[in-house]
Structure formats: C-alpha cells, structure tokens
C-alpha cells in the first residue's frame, strides 16, 4: 500500500481487504485518525483492522468515548462524536493513550479536535457514495 492511498469498494468483504492490507502496515505507537459522515463505515473499517489484528469483539466507543482491546497488540479505540469540549479529551488522559508507545491508538470523528492530534498520523476519510460503495482515502499527516 502507498500513500497517498484511494479506492472504491463495492462491499464488505472489499472493505476488509482493505483493512487487512492496512493493518498489515500498523505498529504500536501508530495513530489512526478517521473521517467521514454519520454511517459512512468508519466503526466498520476499525473493527475489521481489529479482526486481522486478532480482536474479535469490537464495540463502537460513541458512549464510552474509549475503548481498550489486547490482540497482537494493544488497542486504544476512541469516537469523539459526543466529545463537546477539548477539556473533556484532557480530563480522560487522552494525551496518555496517544503517547503510549505500545499501543495502537484509532480516532473516530478526528475531525471535531484536529488541535489536539498529534503529527505524523495516518489519515483516513471513508465517503459514502452508495448503499455498499465507499472510497476509501489513506494518507499520513
């Protein structure tokens, strides 16, 4: 996979190919800031990263803000979605779980705090064309 990276998938089972191609690239200390809109398949391509990194039981962190998953490696899987203010971020440690070093940390929704994401991170937008068709868009920032 080279970046910048885009594709149109047609299905799930494309999208996880993608996914898998993807976690194939991760390391611990990697960041994964994702975009796109309500039900574009952000929570879907997460857990599908997730599935070739060995966890299986993946749940979205909307209410939660963060959830936290041992596979191959350690997991830290945010949504900002219901996140109102920065301070909240700060007041859960977010700057805790990006820092550590053995762990992969995934963002849903980035886009709400770019200011508080770190350098250096992968970027991906999934846009929802069509009831199972989404392009896909990988880059580093």
């Known amino acids: 996979m080279k970046f910048p990276f885009k594709i149109v998938v047609e299905s799930e089972d ?3 190919k993608v996914a898998a191609e993807f976690g194939e690239l991760l390391k611990a200390a990697d960041i ?7 039900g574009s398949g ?3 391509f997460v857990k599908s990263v997730l599935k070739f990194l060995g ?8 209410f939660a803000i963060v959830n936290t998953y041992t596979g191959k ?8 979605y219901r996140i109102k203010k920065l301070a909240e971020l700060y ?7 990006v ?3 053995s762990a992969i940390t995934f963002i849903e929704w980035a886009d709400m705090f770019t200011e508080i994401l770190p350098k250096n991170i992968y970027q991906i937008n999934i846009t929802y064309l069509e009831e199972s068709k989404r392009e896909i868009s990988i880059g580093i920032k």
């Open 14 to 16: 494309e999208t996880l």
């Open 32 to 38: 994964i800031a994702l975009t796109g809109n309500l």
């Open 42 to 44: 952000k929570t879907f």
């Open 55 to 62: 966890i299986d039981e993946v749940t979205s962190p909307t």
């Open 73 to 80: 490696v350690k997991i830290n899987h945010f949504d900002f």
């Open 91 to 97: 007041d859960i440690g977010f700057e805790e779980y």
């Open 99 to 101: 820092n550590d070093a």
